[in-house]
């Protein structure tokens, strides 16, 4: 049987597709060698557990250390039992090593100990009955909270300088966050700030995403196996849209071809891809669905409400943007700065984040169908006045994040325009002053553009022009919407001052410039 694209749990390559597991944490070794206790962080999904735990058995094959990867996260249960906490994950641990060692290099019978020593007396038994050098990966490590965290971290701290006879010579933590990110109490904003109780680390190592050689590496494996290519159009736009993150990499393949293009003598192409992207967008599989809880994380919205507003933020605390870069939600780059981390994350965001919004649309007669089922541009302008004027007030409130409330209702409206028959495609980015639309009905195409004025602010008609200007033409499309909606304060009701009106960009193009 072919293997597969995995997209549950960690990869192996008898049964799944993968590329050499330790290629994307090239520093491991060294530090392994130098018997070093370092931190590996790195968003969910991107092979964090697949690399060490092949790392582990290769240490052991090897035959100079024992290599081991073990969990931390069922001790997460018990918030301020520490001795609980750490009798569960010592079992966890017994369980782990009857799957990853031989009989000879199980572990000892560990000692009782009182409890808030039980993991280091353990780790000591351990060490010392190995008969070779002991490297331990404890994954999930952020799992812990409060008192239970900052127990294990201490032990690790004491043992450290019994190294290597008589505790682990090279330790690693392995989680979603950096060590200053650990919770050590219930709200968000406790954390641990430095890294210490753990200042014993000499290294946090984070793994990168796939480059796009890497994405068509991967999928070349399912062509030789099965002999199914997919098209040059289908491997760029997979990097496209995912920019390498490997879950997306894996699950945008595994849609395409277990779903949309089964028969593998039919090659895999750009439109298979997109939509496998639509599929999984609307499924919000648990991958996705885990990234959308954050959004309303004080820190995380801290970063994203201006980006998605189009703003220039104040100073942003770098430990909020460190958060959200750890989360996998954004990227720093040399010539965007803080931006999403790619596209499908992108859309998964504005869905989450207008979600309440869709819940409270009334009932819409959908009166923007021409007899063709075409979209009618006119009758859509005409019923999203009527509906802004009526109900855009109130559902202003159901929005999350307020400096975008606007932008999210009118993309909940839309959504019931397109509802399954079409896509919304978005563009926003810290800076651009906007945030653009692309609806896609069938054979129709309407580009919008939304911007918002504010006190102290001129009308931002004129700008708004020439900025659409530039997206219609990188569309191809010779019409528009322009959006603007006045936040000042003063001003009417939203029922008296939203009409629509006429103008044209610099060069002439017709725009529809809605006021609500």
């Known amino acids: 049987m072919a293997r597969w694209f995995n997209t549950a749990g960690p990869c192996n390559p008898v049964d799944h597709y993968m590329l050499p597991a330790l290629r994307r944490l090239p520093e491991v070794q060294r530090l392994i060698d130098q018997k070093g206790y370092f931190v590996v962080h790195a968003p969910r999904q991107v092979g964090k557990t697949t690399a060490l735990l092949s790392l582990a058995r290769d240490l052991t094959a090897e035959g100079r250390h024992v290599g081991v990867l073990v969990s931390m996260e069922v001790g997460a249960a018990f918030l301020h039992d520490v001795g609980a906490a750490e009798a569960a994950i010592l079992q966890s641990w017994r369980n782990a090593m009857r799957a990853q060692l031989p009989p000879e290099l199980q572990p ?62 090279s330790l690693a933590l392995i989680g979603l966050r950096d060590v200053r990110d650990y919770k050590v109490a219930s709200g968000d904003g406790d954390r641990l700030v430095s890294a210490s109780p753990f200042n014993i680390k000499v290294r946090s190592l984070t793994l990168r995403d796939f480059t796009e050689d890497e994405v068509a590496e991967l999928y070349a494996q399912h062509t030789s196996e099965t002999g199914q290519n997919f098209e040059p159009g289908a491997l760029t736009l997979a990097f496209e849209l995912t920019q390498g993150q490997p879950w997306l990499v894996n699950a945008l393949a595994k849609v395409a071809v277990e779903e949309l293009v089964p028969d593998v003598s039919r090659p895999v192409r750009r439109a298979d891809i997109e939509k496998a992207r639509a599929i999984l967008i609307q499924r919000q599989e648990t991958h996705l669905d885990s990234l959308a809880e954050r959004l309303r994380e004080p820190r995380i919205r801290a970063v994203l409400e201006p980006m998605l507003a189009g703003d220039i933020p104040g100073a942003l605390p770098p430990d909020d943007v460190r958060f959200a870069v750890d989360l996998g939600l954004i990227r720093i780059t040399s010539t965007s700065g803080v931006e999403v981390a790619n596209p499908i994350y992108r859309e998964v965001i504005v869905r989450e984040l207008a979600y309440s919004s869709r819940a409270a649309l009334p009932a819409i007669q959908p009166s923007w169908l ?13 019923a999203f006045l009527a509906f802004w004027r009526q109900h855009g007030e109130p559902l202003l409130a159901t929005a999350p994040y307020h400096e975008i409330a606007p932008h999210l209702v009118l993309m909940a409206f839309l959504h019931r325009v397109v509802n399954g028959g079409g896509t919304i495609e978005r563009e926003y980015a810290i800076g651009r002053g906007r945030m653009d639309l692309c609806v896609r009905y069938g054979q129709d195409t309407l580009a919008i553009e939304i911007k918002v004025w504010r006190d102290r602010e001129p009308d931002p008609l004129a700008e708004g022009l020439t900025q659409l200007e530039g997206y219609l033409h990188g569309l191809g499309e010779q019409r528009g919407w322009l959006v603007l909606f006045d936040r000042r304060s003063g001003q009417p009701p939203i029922s008296e001052r939203t009409h629509a009106e006429e103008a044209r960009t610099p060069s002439g193009l017709p725009v529809t410039v809605i006021r609500a």
């Open 108 to 169: 000892p019978v560990f000692p009782e100990a009182p409890p808030g020593n039980r993991i280091a007396t353990a780790l000591t038994a351990w060490s010392e009955a190995a008969g070779k050098p002991l490297v331990v990966f404890l994954d999930e490590v952020d799992a812990l909270r409060n008192g239970v965290l900052i127990s294990v971290l201490r032990q690790l701290r004491d043992g450290y300088r019994n190294r290597p006879d008589h505790f682990p010579a």
């Open 370 to 382: 021409k007899p063709d089922g075409r979209l009618d541009a006119e009758r859509l302008r005409e």
